[in-house]
């Protein structure tokens, strides 16, 4: 696996935290078949109370994300690696019960079977589709849809943006600033 790790807010990660990265990634890569094809972009973030790492795998068909913050870097490094390794046996235990047919995605994945069964079993149910709910888009701007949001107390809105006619997303972010997901999709069907 080739590892691009970079650094944000002026930090230059050093040998050492490349390397360090660098071995923890083979405990993901041993997941994989494909093993020379993938890429992990690693983005170590420093701030004043704490320190964040992202890491994106990004494959064929899904890309592998986490994001983690401790008070050092290298704690940032192993939750985030931890949340990968999670995600990957979500991923893997969903393709070989109903993907598998799927070309190009079985694959990737090792047939390597080294998982605690009760922790995948658990996180198999919590990916279960538990509510499902309609909602009607009204028009409305930016700052209004935040407004909604935060009367809601939900950390993410659904709206028709006005300004733009495009179905939108805002959502609050970790570090407590908003984020917009906007779509191809207007308002006019």
Same mark, same amino acid.
């Given at each position: 696996?080739?590892?691009?790790?970079?650094?944000?807010?002026?930090?230059?990660?050093?040998?050492?935290?490349?390397?360090?990265?660098?071995?923890?990634?083979?405990?993901?890569?041993?997941?994989?078949?494909?093993?020379?094809?993938?890429?992990?972009?690693?983005?170590?973030?420093?701030?004043?109370?704490?320190?964040?790492?992202?890491?994106?795998?990004?494959?064929?068909?899904?890309?592998?994300?986490?994001?983690? $913050?401790? =008070? !050092?870097?290298?704690? +940032?490094?192993? #939750? *985030?690696?931890? %949340?990968?390794?999670?995600?990957?046996?979500?991923?893997?235990?969903?393709?070989?019960?109903?993907?598998?047919?799927?070309?190009?995605?079985?694959?990737?994945?090792?047939?390597?079977?080294?998982?605690?069964?009760? $922790?995948? =079993? !658990?996180?198999?149910? +919590?990916?279960? #589709? *538990?509510?499902? %709910?309609?909602?009607?888009?009204?028009?409305?701007?930016?700052?209004?849809?935040?407004?909604?949001?935060?009367?809601?107390?939900?950390?993410?809105?659904?709206?028709?943006?006005?300004?733009?006619?495009?179905?939108?997303?805002?959502?609050?972010?970790?570090?407590?600033?908003?984020?917009?997901?906007?779509?191809?999709?207007?308002?006019?069907?």
């Amino acid at each position: 696996m080739k590892v691009i790790v970079r650094g944000k807010n002026k930090f230059k990660p050093s040998e050492a935290i490349k390397d360090y990265v660098t071995n923890k990634l083979q405990k993901v890569e041993q997941y994989f078949t494909k093993r020379n094809e993938l890429e992990a972009n690693v983005l170590c973030k420093v701030y004043d109370t704490h320190q964040t790492v992202e890491i994106t795998i990004p494959t064929k068909h899904i890309i592998l994300r986490a994001e983690a $913050k401790n =008070q !050092t870097i290298y704690g +940032a490094i192993d #939750l *985030a690696i931890d %949340k990968l390794e999670s995600q990957i046996r979500k991923h893997k235990s969903k393709i070989y019960k109903s993907l598998k047919k799927r070309e190009g995605i079985a694959q990737y994945y090792s047939t390597k079977s080294d998982f605690d069964i009760e $922790k995948m =079993q !658990t996180e198999i149910l +919590a990916t279960n #589709l *538990a509510k499902e %709910k309609k909602v009607e888009l009204k028009p409305m701007s930016v700052d209004d849809a935040i407004l909604q949001m935060e009367m809601l107390g939900h950390n993410f809105f659904i709206f028709l943006n006005s300004d733009t006619n495009k179905v939108s997303v805002i959502y609050l972010r970790e570090d407590q600033s908003y984020g917009i997901i906007e779509t191809n999709q207007t308002g006019e069907q």
